[in-house]
């Protein structure tokens, strides 16, 4: 027993003197250049945002990009250059032109960035917008950790675009404003003004991209969902005391080609495989620009040349599938702050029913 005692005292000690802390070696990669790019026939939309990546032990700020240039070139036609109107961050004097095709050049410090030559797409069309009942399926934790199905009932907005031989890939952004008006409750004499007010909802999930689907011979984009909207309003909003009244939808929809489709599914899909067992590597999603003075050097980035057109619509959704949905298109565009309200006398640009 004693013997025993001893061999387990001796095992102890040499595992306690053998420990060691392992730091594996990482190699020090120099930071690659990140190009970001939108470029469109909106001024107010394009520009190119220059940066660098850090390598795993930098202990500083992300390095600041100074003495770039950056040349929108079309092709046997004329150079644009990039003004910079910060540090990195470059936009453009004219637009490009549908139909025609260019690239950016990039000059930092001793290298030369060349994108792929794109064609510019022509302007996107919505043939129809119109709205489907939906019941939104998410889970929810329980007080006692379970997950709960919880069902909600939306309306889903849907579109049909064109598909034509020029143009058959598109991605949407939309921004829903939720209107709404509070009366408050007269204390002593007539009662106080009311307010009116209204709130931005941002759709801040994967890229809406809509195509061809596979192996179809489709000359449309049939009920593609750009945005689903609660029947409650009251979600969305910070008092029980503000009442909804419609929404104003914005829907920036942007022609675009098959290899932007393409990096941006492929960014689709690396978002929402995050976390999972066969999660992608991201260096596995390359652009569409290079080195040509080192061209063993990687760049991070994608040229993206989109056409671009906005609808307006305004949507009253009722309280549920019975419900009949008012809906019309909006055929003007004011500057709406996302959020805000006035007492006494509605914001130039509200919209009602009537």
């Known amino acids: 027993m004693q013997k025993r005692l001893i061999y387990m005292a001796l095992f102890a000690v040499l595992f306690v003197s053998c420990e060691e802390y392992y730091k594996p070696e990482l190699e020090v990669v120099p930071g690659m250049l990140v190009v970001e790019s939108h470029i469109t026939n909106d001024p107010k939309q394009n520009f190119v945002r220059l940066s660098m990546t850090e390598d795993f032990y930098s ?17 046997g036609g004329q150079i644009m250059s990039g003004l910079e109107n910060s540090d990195g961050y470059f936009t453009f004097p004219s637009t490009p ?11 930092y410090q001793n290298d030369i960035f060349v994108s792929e030559l794109v064609v510019m797409p ?38 049909d675009a064109p598909i034509t031989a020029q143009l058959g890939y598109y991605r949407f952004n939309t921004r829903a404003i939720l209107q709404w008006i509070y009366s408050p409750a007269p204390l002593i004499g007539p009662p106080p003004p009311p307010w009116y007010g209204w709130l931005s909802v941002y759709d801040r999930g994967l890229f809406n991209l809509a195509g061809p689907k596979v192996y179809s011979q489709s000359n449309k984009v049939r009920q593609h969902p750009v945005v689903s909207l609660d029947y409650n309003g009251k979600f969305y909003l910070d008092s029980s005391a503000q009442s909804p009244s419609g929404w104003i939808l914005i829907i920036d929809e942007y022609g675009i080609t098959k290899a932007s489709y393409d ?14 067992l066969f999660e992608p590597v991201l260096t596995q999603i390359y652009g569409n620009i290079r080195c040509t003075t080192s061209p063993e050097k990687i760049v991070l980035g994608f040229f993206d040349l989109n056409s671009h057109r906005q609808y307006r619509y305004y949507l009253s959704l009722g309280t549920g599938p019975d419900n009949q949905v008012i809906q019309r298109r909006l055929n003007s565009y004011p500057e709406i702050p996302d959020r805000g309200y006035q007492i006494g006398t509605r914001p130039s640009f509200w919209e009602s029913n009537y």
Do not use: W
Not at 129 to 152: A, M
């Open 97 to 107: 032109v549908p139909g025609r095709q260019y690239k950016i050049q990039i000059t």
């Open 263 to 276: 990096f941006h599914e492929k960014l689709n899909q690396q978002f929402s495989a995050e976390g999972s």
């Open 122 to 159: 022509p302007i996107p069309a919505i043939d129809s917008l119109y709205t489907v009942h939906k019941i939104k399926k998410s889970f929810r934790t329980n007080s006692s950790g379970i997950p709960e199905l919880i069902e909600t009932p939306v309306r889903e907005i849907c579109i």
């Open 59 to 75: 202990t500083v700020q992300e390095e600041i990009i100074i003495g770039a240039k950056v040349d929108l070139i079309e092709l």
